[in-house]
């Protein structure tokens, strides 16, 4: 009875253990319905086409400074970005997990804004210069009139086979004024963690590792010992005892 109890305790120990361990690399469908954003992003845009959109934004801006050769894209002063990971607060994402972020975009100016463009690179913490990823650009054309504001989804992945540990990440978000000046603003530039992807439990999981988990000979013996009873049930023999005579009253 000892062992089968034993057994029970093995089996119940497999199943309430949490599970580490790094997974392959596979699609994640993540539903983000009831995130209010005011639009997704339409498609992606190649990498050529948006460095000749800024090369024409640097011209523009060249020739608005008179010729300047110095010139490189800076933020509004009318606009104010915030960011948030719904999915990861604590900023620590499994290595292969659809991360969505939302970028708040404010308008505190007088005029509209165009948010164009948003991307994001992830890079080394100790040298920010050197790029380990660079994710997709996705491209927007949402307006945001003067005095309201935007929360704009960004959607990126890491890499599923990553090394668990601290990479930096930098986000930026392109839009254009009314006279075509182009900006940029970075929403998050920090560094996030990047940890060991979370293996879910599932019952043919379970099977697996118990088919191939060795037991130990006194767990094993008790799914292969036969039983020490017989199948069919013994006849009970009663013995049966001699009357109990007692002494008669004797009359003084």
Not at 75 to 83: A, L
């Amino acid at each position: 009875m000892n062992k089968v109890l034993l057994a029970l305790v093995f089996c119940f120990a497999l199943l309430s253990a949490p599970f580490v361990a790094r997974a392959e690399e596979e699609e994640v469908d993540v539903d983000v319905n009831e995130i209010e954003v005011e639009e997704d992003a339409e498609d992606d845009i190649d990498e050529a086409e948006l460095a000749a959109r800024y090369a024409a934004a640097y011209g523009q801006q060249q020739a608005q400074q008179g010729g300047s050769q110095q010139m490189f894209l800076t933020s509004s002063p009318d606009v104010e970005t915030t960011y948030v990971f719904p999915e990861f607060m604590d900023q620590k994402i499994p290595a292969g997990a659809v991360v969505d972020a939302l970028c708040g975009f404010q308008n505190t100016g007088v005029e509209t804004f165009s948010v164009q463009y948003m991307r994001a690179f992830l890079v080394s913490p100790q040298n920010w210069n050197h790029h380990i990823q660079n994710y997709t650009t996705f491209r927007y054309n949402v307006s945001v009139p003067a005095g309201e504001e935007s929360s704009i989804l960004y959607r990126f992945r890491p890499d599923a086979y990553l090394e668990p540990r601290e990479y930096g990440l930098k986000m930026e978000v392109f839009y254009v004024a009314p006279n075509n000046e182009t900006f940029v603003s970075t929403f998050f530039n920090g560094t996030i963690t990047v940890v060991e992807p979370r293996l879910t439990l599932t019952p043919r999981l379970l099977s697996h590792m118990l088919l191939s988990l060795p037991l130990s000979p006194s767990v094993a013996s008790v799914f292969t010992r036969p039983s020490p009873t017989s199948a069919v049930a013994r006849p009970l023999a009663l013995r049966l005892l001699p009357p109990i005579l007692l002494p008669s009253a004797q009359s003084g």
